[in-house]
């Protein structure tokens, strides 16, 4: 009877030794939750840009208002009845 408890706890042992150490193991489990876990993540950050996208263009596509202010912000550029006014930024005192 003794040596049939020891045999026992012997699977037993490597039994769970097999669970916990295994490459289909628990520890492989929980990299694959942290990893679904890490691309969930990433999927909602790209969602938010691509429906910000997505609005830009429609805007683009369907009024003026859009790519005229993307052509005074980015290319500086100024109606002809307008005065252009550039405020530069006050530069330090000279280290003495």
Known sequence: ????????ALVFVLLQARLWVSNGGLRE????????????ADNSRLATRNASLEA????????????????????????????FYQIAPETPPAER
Do not use: F, Y
């Open 1 to 8: 009877m003794r040596l049939l408890m020891v045999v026992l």
């Open 56 to 83: 830009e263009v429609r805007d683009l596509k369907q009024g003026t208002a859009a790519a005229e202010e993307r052509a005074r912000t980015e290319l500086g550029m100024i109606h002809t009845d307008e005065t």
């Open 29 to 40: 489990v929980w990299r694959l939750e942290a990893e679904v876990a890490r691309r969930s």
